[in-house]
């Protein structure tokens, strides 16, 4: 797939390029990420396109074959006046890993990569030893540098696709039968999705349900169970859950998303000890006084949340598991 366009604004250039080669592709459909060196032509003076940043863990996968997992159609975003949806143009998630923090403070938040479609080429693995042999090593370790130097700023905040998705995402307005045709369209979701989504939304907001659940204590309880991966634990009952939370719902400032319901009673598995994350909203990264778990890699149902394509890991506070 050529760049080579002439036209005024070269990133207008890539944009439409990428898009009419890809916006066809589905789900399940596979795509081959660019070299460094078409990576870093796309790319401003602080390593980002459209305004999402190039990440440091991006690098190692230049040339690299992967599998479209969603488009990013929606997404969710906090701010101080609540949560914004809205969506990024022309990005995809794909099936290779996550954002692992080394670069930002040991972040443990795990969120998705974001992949812009102007990063990517539709070409099989067959393609894939050739595009890697072509890929020079100062273009690699200019990348490198380049994200590498723009993931924390002058006062130690991290700048990463999460901290920035605010500045580049477009609210949702209007009516979402748009939203629901597009999710059909990209992401392939099919009607009976939709439908049960809509209803479920709605029921939500007419119960007060999509509001969560809240308890009235001023002073909320902390419990320290040590767990580490691998320790089998079972989630409390909602009533007992209850009995954590203040009347925002949180335990020590911790949300209890109402989508954690549906595992009360089960067993699972601790996957990862949660003590370093970085505030979305501000950049800091932050060091927990109460640390948090996650449980067999268990993620946000983006059908509950507005086809929000984040994806994000769900935290557990201790005091709301048990032992098995």
């Known amino acids: 797939m050529s760049t080579e366009i002439s036209v005024k604004n070269p990133q207008v250039a890539l944009r439409s390029s990428a898009a009419a080669d890809l916006q066809p592709l589905r789900v399940g459909t596979k795509v081959t990420v660019k070299s460094a060196d078409e990576i870093l032509a796309t790319l401003d003076s602080n390593g980002r396109f459209e305004g999402l940043p190039w990440m440091p863990q991006m690098v190692d996968l ?11 159609t929606s997404s969710c ?20 890993g996550h ?7 040991g972040c443990q ?39 590498g130097e723009n993931a924390i700023d002058l006062d130690g905040r991290a700048k990463c696709q999460a901290t920035q998705l605010v500045q580049i995402t477009i609210p949702h307005r209007g009516s979402v039968v748009g939203q629901y045709s ?20 709605v029921l939500g907001r007419l119960s007060g349900a999509s509001a969560g659940i809240s308890g009235d204590l001023k002073r909320t309880p902390v419990v320290d169970l040590q767990l580490q991966p691998g320790d089998l634990v079972k989630v409390k009952s909602k009533q007992e859950i209850i009995k954590t939370l203040n009347a925002a719902g949180k335990n020590r400032g911790l949300w209890f998303d109402p989508i954690m319901l549906r595992y009360c009673g089960q067993e699972l598995t601790v996957t990862k000890r949660v003590t370093t994350l970085v505030d979305e909203s501000t950049g800091q990264i932050r060091h927990l006084k109460v640390p948090s778990v996650v449980l067999d890699d268990l993620r946000c149902d983006s059908n509950q949340r507005r086809f929000c394509s984040r994806l994000l890991q769900l935290f557990w506070r201790e005091v709301w598991l048990e032992r098995v």
């Open 62 to 72: 230049c040339g690299k074959s992967a599998t479209i997992v969603r488009w990013v």
């Open 77 to 96: 975003v906090p701010t101080e006046d609540g949560v914004v949806y809205g969506g990024v143009t022309d990005a995809v998630l794909l099936d290779v």
């Open 99 to 105: 954002c692992d923090g080394g670069s930002f403070g």
């Open 109 to 147: 938040m795990g969120c998705p990569l974001i992949w812009k479609t102007a990063w990517l080429r539709n070409q099989g693995a067959a393609d894939l030893r050739d595009h890697e042999s072509h890929d020079a090593a100062d273009a690699v370790e200019t990348l490198g540098k380049l994200a």
């Open 182 to 201: 597009t999710e059909m369209k990209l992401n392939g979701l099919s009607m009976s999705t939709i439908a049960t989504s809509f209803c479920s939304g």
